[in-house]
């Protein structure tokens, strides 16, 4: 079936566009608009002049140049969106979300729908033979991207910030209870369990250990579950129920919050190898230890969507977390906003925080 010849809004759309420096097809156009992430037609021009909408062409052109680099619109999508907010966008961000969380684990052969529910002998033993097939044979799902910059900071002689959580949380040691509590939540995989596994992945750091011991004891005596306020506490289910469930409004605001952090820690992380005092500034922070190193960052082509994902749930459950990735905007925006030459490692106590709660 021949398509429809383009309208001569298109066509000036396509012009518009061109006189940005980018190129764009009709076909494209309208498969933007196919998935809302351009207006639709009847919306490009101003009711009183006819014109096209400024704010419409700085869209086009936006996705124009994502889509020059070759690669899938992918979260890039998430953001516009996020940004327009209407019941229609927000339900193809909700459902995008979750598929970008759930998508890794299809491949690995888990079918969230199929995960055995329930604290019967029969459900755990599924959900042990489950969390089995699903580590067996399979090489660990991202390099140590924190212990690779230390590898080289130490080969280059320079000194970074130590972590303040197990040294590698993508250790053969977490990965069987890992996926356990994945699947499972905290009703398979106790408190001691994980910390004997900690404690394995970290050899050289039994103070860290013992300190995540003193908080689960101090919380106990208070009448609380330490373990219990993990994101993990109820499993994959529990975390793609967040999504499902979580406010509009709220869901696009974590979108936009944890997209723009990502595209603002990779800009600086361009700059690091020539700028080594970028990473320790970064690192310093405890937002490195609670948000990149724990993979809800996609950084340099490692983590994608589901990093994304694992961000936005995060923000949704843990509303002091979302403040904490706030405040390290700023820190990254005010990196980006200096000449190199003046990129220091910030002193103040609002750069610096003490050591996050494990």
């Not at 012009?15 to 919306?43: C, I, K, M, N, Y």
């Not at 598929?99 to 199929?114: K, L, V, Y």
């Not at 490195?288 to 809800?296: A, C, I, L, T």
């Not at 749930?313 to 706030?326: A, D, K, N, S, T």
């Amino acid at each position: 079936m021949a398509r429809t010849k383009p309208s001569a809004l298109e066509l000036a759309m396509v012009a518009a566009v061109g006189e940005r420096g980018f190129t764009v097809s009709p076909t494209r156009l309208e498969r933007w608009r196919t998935q809302l992430w351009l207006a639709r037609t009847a919306d490009w021009t101003d009711r009183e002049t006819g014109e096209l909408r400024p704010e419409i062409v700085h869209r086009a052109a936006t996705l124009a140049g994502i889509s020059k680099t070759g690669r899938k619109m992918s979260w890039f999508g998430w953001v516009f969106w996020a940004t327009d907010a209407t019941p229609e966008t927000t339900a193809r961000l909700r459902a995008a979300v979750a598929d970008g969380f759930e998508r890794p684990f299809r491949g690995a052969g888990i079918d969230f729908s199929q995960i055995p529910q329930g604290d019967s002998d029969e459900a755990f033993d599924a959900r042990r033979e489950m969390a089995a097939r699903m580590v067996k044979d399979r090489r660990c799902p991202r390099r140590d991207f924190d212990g690779i910059l230390r590898a080289g900071a130490a080969g280059a002689e320079f000194e970074l910030p130590p972590s303040r959580s197990v040294s590698n949380i993508f250790h053969p040691a977490l990965m069987d209870p890992g996926a356990r509590l994945l699947l499972g939540g905290i009703e398979d995989v106790g408190f001691d369990e994980m910390a004997e596994a900690w404690a394995a992945a970290s050899p050289g750091d039994p103070e860290m250990v013992e300190h995540i011991r003193a908080a689960q004891r101090d919380a106990a005596l208070a009448g609380d579950d330490f373990f219990a306020q993990s994101p993990l506490a109820g499993g994959l289910p529990g975390l793609i129920r967040v999504v499902q469930e979580a406010d509009g409004q709220r869901l696009c605001t974590a979108v936009l919050a944890c997209t723009k952090a990502t595209t603002a820690l990779s800009r600086l992380l361009a700059h690091a190898g020539n700028e080594p005092e970028l990473l320790r500034t970064l690192m310093a922070d405890e937002m490195w230890d609670q948000w990149v190193r724990v993979g809800f960052a996609p950084v340099l082509g490692i983590g994608g969507e589901a990093g994304i994902a694992m961000s936005v749930i995060q923000h949704l459950l843990m509303p002091e977390w979302g403040e904490g990735l706030e405040r390290y905007q700023t820190l990254m925006d005010t990196l980006l906003a200096q000449p190199p030459a003046v990129r220091l490692p910030p002193t103040s106590p609002a750069h610096v925080r003490a050591p996050a709660k494990p």
